[in-house]
């Protein structure tokens, strides 16, 4: 641990200022008159916002959706100007929330938790920073986003690139010049997708990097109007109540209609319908068995995999773009504004690295098995080290100074993604093993935040102030969420859900599957019957 030089002591140290801190600094204040610090590495409130400026940045959950609920003056109040909300709009509506309801002077920026180590002996966390910050705090709390800790895979001669290179997750704040410049784009994953047609606007010319061709639904982002954000305000406690209780955080309107029942013509009719309509509603409101049934969602792949053909002019492109290793859905879906048009485009070439595999990266540019694609500029959008990568950037550790990431080896271990044996008093909001990266993130965040909250307010009220799970509650949620996981179709791709893009990284599936309702509803019965797989007890 670092020398100390500043030190105090709070009721709750949270992590993070995004959505996640924001709101549960608000609650910390406002409900339970706690003392709270937040500590961010950012200079800015946002988290994810606050980092992923690439090209394009924007949101795939409806801008009407994505956004807190808790008070209702705030939600009448913002504006938002399209159909899916840009990184700039999401990051300066957290801004206003954080300005709006005064928690700036209790965030401190530009701080990096470095360790929390928890003391057996009173009870308390010990939170230290690379400021040189050394806190003592009842309660930890963590906000610190699911998919926050970048990766940039170890290519051979990385380093020996002269041009400018850059990762999506942490992108410069003044942006990147691509004009008259020869980009190459790594990965086509969400971030990917987002800035591949956005940069080829601008580049001399492109160069796509691709390991794994993937499933896309257009967005059809568009401006909306005063009457659109009328009619969503004047609807908005119903709007949110089915969100709430809905499988992963949207209103939709789920049909409980089989893809296996329609005849061909009927299945053609609603995709494309979807198609038309685009975004998630492309699987909630077509045909819901897509997303759980191997044949049902043959139909949808089949139909995705039509549009791509129809949409690329050259045959050999839009082969290479056809996905066929894995089912749509498995991988977490894109959605997608112009991506399969920018192939059509004179500066745009497509690399398919699994025929033609990087060999190394040069002083000038990628080298594959093929041959040389001298660049200006590299992008990684190669994702991120999700759920537990930015946990093991800090030295946590619990009892008998059990550090996380040992406890963890084999994957996450937690009872309900929000607590984990072993380090009392430690609440993660969004933790591993709860709906989070399946659902639209605020709904899941508010819910975390209320029920973290609510908890340590009935702790207090009958005199507890170590809360911590029993272990057997612990496995019993860990088989669930694994039960859970096995019926469906994500077990089925190689995808950062289940740890499968970071070499040497354990095979789990690690968000909750269950669904946010069933979920919510859950967590409800455990507050009820006194916070029921947890123990709770009195530190004297
Ligand atoms: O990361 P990804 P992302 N050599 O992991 C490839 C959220 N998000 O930043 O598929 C070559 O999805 C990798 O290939 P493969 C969202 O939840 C949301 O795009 O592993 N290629 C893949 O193509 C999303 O899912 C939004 O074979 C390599 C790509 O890099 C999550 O963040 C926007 C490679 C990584 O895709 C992560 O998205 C952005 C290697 N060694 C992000 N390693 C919106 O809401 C990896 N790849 C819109």
Redesign the pocket.
């Known amino acids: 641990m670092t020398s100390p030089t500043r030190t105090s002591e709070v009721d709750a140290v949270v992590i993070g200022a995004g959505f996640s801190g924001i709101y549960m600094l608000k609650r910390l204040r406002d409900n339970l008159g706690m003392t709270a610090r937040v500590f961010e590495a950012g200079n800015d409130v946002g988290g994810t916002w606050y980092w992923?400026r690439y090209p394009g940045?924007?949101?795939?959950s409806e801008a009407y959706m994505y956004c807190f609920s808790f008070d209702k003056d705030l939600m009448q109040e913002w504006n938002w100007s399209g159909k899916y909300p840009e990184q700039p709009e999401i990051l300066k509506y957290l801004q206003h929330v954080t300005d709006r309801f005064d928690l700036r002077s209790q965030i401190e920026f530009n701080t990096r938790v470095t360790a929390a180590h928890f003391n057996e002996s009173n009870n308390r966390w010990l939170v230290e920073t690379d400021q040189g910050d050394r806190i003592s705090a009842q309660f930890l709390i963590t906000g610190i986003g699911c998919?926050s800790s970048g990766q940039i895979?170890d290519?051979p001669g990385r380093d020996s690139f002269v041009g400018e290179s850059y990762h999506?997750?942490s992108w410069p704040h003044e942006g990147v010049n691509f004009t008259g410049k020869r980009v190459g784009v790594?990965?086509?994953?969400?971030?990917?997708v987002?800035s591949i047609p956005v940069i080829a606007e601008q580049a001399k010319h492109l160069t796509v990097?691709?390991?794994?061709p993937q499933y896309m639904v257009p967005a059809r982002h568009h401006t909306v109007d005063r009457e659109y954000l009328d009619d969503v305000k004047a609807n908005y406690d119903e709007i949110w109540e089915t969100a709430r209780h809905s499988k992963s955080g949207f209103p939709y309107e789920m049909t409980d209609k089989s893809a296996l029942s329609a005849t061909a013509d009927e299945r053609t009719i609603a995709y494309e319908k979807g198609w038309e309509e685009g975004g998630f509603k492309f699987i909630a409101e077509t045909f819901p068995d897509i997303s759980v049934d191997l044949r049902a969602n043959a139909t949808a792949s089949e139909f995705i995999r039509s549009k791509i053909r129809e949409v690329v002019d050259n045959p050999d492109t839009a082969e290479k773009l056809l996905p066929r290793d894995h089912p749509f859905t498995s991988?977490?879906p894109l959605?997608d504004t112009n991506y399969y048009e920018t192939y059509n485009r004179d500066n745009v070439e497509l690399v398919d690295?699994r025929n033609e595999p990087?060999d190394k990266i040069t002083s000038t540019g990628i080298r594959t098995e093929d041959g040389d694609y001298p660049l200006d500029i590299i992008v990684f959008?190669?994702?991120?080290d999700a759920m537990t990568g930015s946990f093991f950037k800090m030295d946590i550790r619990g009892r008998n100074s059990l550090p996380l990431k040992e406890k963890w080896a084999a994957g996450p271990k937690t009872y309900l993604g929000l607590s984990t044996t072993g380090f009392p008093n430690m609440f993660m909001i969004t933790g591993p093993g709860s709906p989070s990266?399946l659902s639209n993130m605020p709904v899941s965040i508010e819910q975390h935040v209320e029920f973290i909250s609510d908890m340590l307010e009935s702790m207090r009220e009958r005199g507890f102030d170590v809360a911590e799970p029993n272990p057997q509650a612990e496995e019993d949620w860990v088989e669930h969420v694994n039960e859970v996981a096995e019926k469906t179709l994500y077990v089925l791709a190689?995808s950062?859900y289940l740890g499968a893009?970071i070499p040497g990284k354990p095979r789990v599936f690690m968000p909750y599957s269950g669904g946010v309702g069933d979920y919510r509803a859950k967590c409800e019965e455990i507050a009820a019957a006194g916070y029921e797989g947890y123990v709770l007890s009195t530190s004297t």
Do not use: H, L, M, Y
Request: some cysteine.
């Open positions: 992923n940045a924007r949101c795939d998919i895979p290519i999506t997750g790594i990965g086509t994953g969400s971030s990917g987002q990097f691709q390991r794994t991988k977490r959605i690295i990087i959008a190669t994702g991120f990266v190689d950062w893009n």
